[in-house]
């Protein structure tokens, strides 16, 4: 599996609620359709920590998401699809920044159940 995690800003006049509520109401409906999609998360910020011993990024971010993908290939099959055309077309109207990364995780601590 392959996954790609956006740190996402909301555009400028976007209050945090609206911001949440289209991307939740409005953009996630849209990734249900985008073929081999295999799990769509959204991380809602809702507080932060620092650390006294090293320096904070200076960046502004109101909500992560994570795309998963069987491999590289479905995933740049997907994002050339025309649903996923328009769940970006859709991202442009609410989200003002984006800066995405592709990973592959290595897992160190499974989940229990």
Known sequence: MIKSISLLSRRDG????????HWVEVHAPLAHAVPGLRRYVQSHI??????????AMDIA??????????DAEAMTRAMASPE??????????????IRTF?????VVVPATA
């Open 46 to 55: 809702v507080g932060e920590r620092t650390r006294p011993d090293i320096p």
């Open 61 to 70: 971010v109101d909500g992560i998401a994570e795309l998963w993908f069987d």
């Open 14 to 21: 976007w209050s945090r609620e609206a911001f949440v509520m």
């Open 84 to 97: 996923a055309k328009r769940l970006h077309a859709d991202g442009a109207l609410f989200i003002g920044r």
């Open 102 to 106: 592709v990973v592959e995780e290595k």
